[in-house]
């Protein structure tokens, strides 16, 4: 059984930066392709950012390209999600989430459009106000 946690949210002004991690237990995220959530207050579920399996590349939605960073670190089975620049439509709360039958060389957003994910973790909040 895969058990995702999350961390780092939190509350910070427009402009400001955070960084989200998410760990496992139970599995090694690096097999995986893993995705980041947003879910805002009223709204449903989307993903902002994703990281395909083993070495396989990010991906990024238009809303937080160019802002958000997805990366792994293998050493501590963790995936991070840097968040700069931030909105106030950046607010919401954040899920990891992970996806364990992606073949190597598949694209997470595809996947994330064709299969969903098979385990969440369950959330942090993150609140972006003066």
């Known amino acids: 059984q895969v058990q995702l946690v999350e961390s780092g949210g939190g509350t910070m002004q427009p402009g400001g930066s955070l960084r989200l991690s998410c760990t496992a237990s139970?599995?090694?995220?690096?097999?995986?392709?893993i995705a980041w959530f947003r879910q805002a207050p009223g709204e449903e579920r989307h993903w902002v950012s994703c990281?395909?399996?083993?070495?396989?590349?990010?991906f990024h939605t238009d809303s937080v390209l160019g802002r958000f960073t997805i990366s792994r670190d293998n050493a501590k089975n963790t995936v991070y999600l840097e968040m700069d620049s931030l909105k106030p439509e950046d607010t919401g709360v954040y899920y990891c989430?992970?996806?364990?039958?992606?073949?190597?060389?598949?694209?997470?957003?595809?996947?994330?459009?064709?299969?969903?994910?098979?385990?969440w973790g369950k959330g942090t909040l993150v609140t972006v106000s003066s």
């Open positions: 989430a992970a996806d364990v039958t992606a073949d190597r060389g598949t694209h997470c957003w595809k996947r994330i459009m064709t299969h969903g994910m098979d385990y």
């Open positions: 990281i395909s399996p083993t070495n396989g590349p990010p």
């Open positions: 139970g599995a090694t995220l690096y097999e995986y392709a």
